[in-house]
């Protein structure tokens, strides 16, 4: 069964990368850099990179779209990291409204940290807008200068414009798309248009800007056109994948534990909010190798022992996990290889039960005709071709939903 392919395709692919944690930003701050291509405290794995990064126009219209995507991001990396040679995947967002609203553009930093771009994604809320053209040239124009895109020549860097209304020509103080369109392909960032509704207005434009950047242009209804099928395996996933979250333990100093804290807080906050079918979803990515680093973060204990980057008793007595520092040494290493157990039996039944969820998935879309027209597969279609070109091959035809 295709499902079955994916998803087994997705449990031994080769491990993700650690990134570094997105910092909001309103329009006109600039994030900063990273290089793009260092990665786990500065060594660079050698594996292709995927940088991607979606422009989501926010305004009130769009609150199905958003919706939408905070159900379909960890389908959408899932299907991204079926290619072989396995991939490094970073995400970025950039909100947009318009001037006058709440904000103009928000930034959020490529990351392969997807637990806490996911938490970002969670607090964008559809408002402001309703008059017409909204800020597409400073969105686009943020999205191109102020991501850290990866400077290797070998990468895939590709753009997502999503929104339903065209751009704002009138500003005369704004770069027009046309000039930053310009600088993406001299930076080599492929830009994909996807029109929410059926504006003729943003048809034309969205078709334009997708044609100045070597892109695709596909068009999805106002709710956003995505499959989202609720399954009977889903709160078992979540829960399991809670508990899996759980046996993580983190060690290093002061300002290690400030990252680890944060991305910690993210988790916590995904498993408290989102929904079981997201978070089953996510259990399913996280159990696979390609998403380890989402899972792990930096600097825990349990993997970098079990993989010999550090031995527990030359940790110093401050740097260890609080649930470690009252113990006997002997008791550390009693509870660092209880919980290394645990993990295992936990990731062996999420695979199980994602695999009976893959199945029940293919015969509910079986049953519904497919799903050809949906969002999942028209961003699946459209990255499998264009990065192809880069050298990634993918060995299935339908995304992962």
């Not at 806490?116 to 999205?143: C, K, R, T, W």
């Not at 003729?200 to 078709?207: A, K, L, P, V």
């Not at 015969?363 to 949906?374: C, H, T």
Request: net charge negative.
């Amino acid at each position: 069964m295709k499902t079955q392919v994916i998803a087994l395709a997705l449990f031994v692919l080769t491990a993700g990368i650690l990134g570094f944690y997105p910092v909001e930003h309103d329009a006109g701050a600039n994030p900063g850099t990273t290089g793009g291509g260092q990665v786990n405290g500065g060594r660079d794995s050698g594996r292709p990179k995927v940088d991607v990064v979606f422009v989501l126009d926010t305004t009130g219209s769009m609150g199905g779209m958003i919706e939408a995507a905070k159900e379909k991001i960890w389908s959408i990396v899932s299907s991204m990291a079926a290619a072989q040679p396995t991939p490094e995947i970073r995400m970025g967002l950039v909100a947009y409204r318009d001037r006058g609203d709440a904000y103009v553009t928000r930034i959020y930093d490529l990351s392969t940290d997807l637990d806490s771009i996911y938490v970002d994604l969670m607090d964008f809320q559809a408002n402001g807008g309703g008059d017409g053209p909204e800020s597409v040239n400073q969105a686009l124009h943020d999205a191109v200068h102020k991501m850290s895109w990866s400077q290797d020549v070998q990468a895939y860097r590709v753009l997502f414009l999503v929104g339903d209304a065209p751009p704002h020509m009138d500003y005369q103080d704004d770069v027009p798309y046309q000039e930053t369109l310009v600088a993406a392909q001299d930076k080599g960032i492929t830009v994909n248009t996807i029109q929410c509704g059926r504006d003729g207005t943003t048809r034309r434009q969205w078709e334009t800007i997708a044609q100045l950047a070597n892109g695709r242009y596909f068009q999805v209804e106002q709710n956003g056109s995505a499959v989202a099928i609720a399954t009977p395996f889903d709160e078992s996933l979540a829960k399991l994948s809670k508990t899996m979250d759980d046996t993580r333990l983190y060690y290093g100093g002061v300002e290690e534990k400030k990252r680890q804290n944060r991305k910690l807080e993210a988790t916590a906050k995904l498993h408290e909010a989102s929904s079981d079918a997201s978070r089953a979803r996510r259990a399913a990515f996280n159990a696979s190798a390609a998403g380890e680093s989402n899972f792990l973060g930096e600097g825990e204990l349990v993997e970098d022992i079990a993989a010999g980057r550090v031995k527990l008793g030359e940790i110093e007595q401050d740097e260890l996990p609080a649930p470690l520092q009252a113990l006997s040494p002997a008791d550390r290493e009693v509870l660092v290889k209880e919980s290394g157990k645990r993990r295992v039996e936990l990731r062996q039944e999420i695979e199980r039960l994602s695999m009976e969820r893959a199945d029940f998935l293919e015969q509910k879309l079986e049953s519904m005709g497919g799903a050809r027209a949906s969002l999942d597969d028209k961003i699946f279609a459209t990255v499998r071709e264009q990065a192809n070109k880069k050298g990634l091959e993918y060995d299935v035809d339908v995304p992962v939903y």
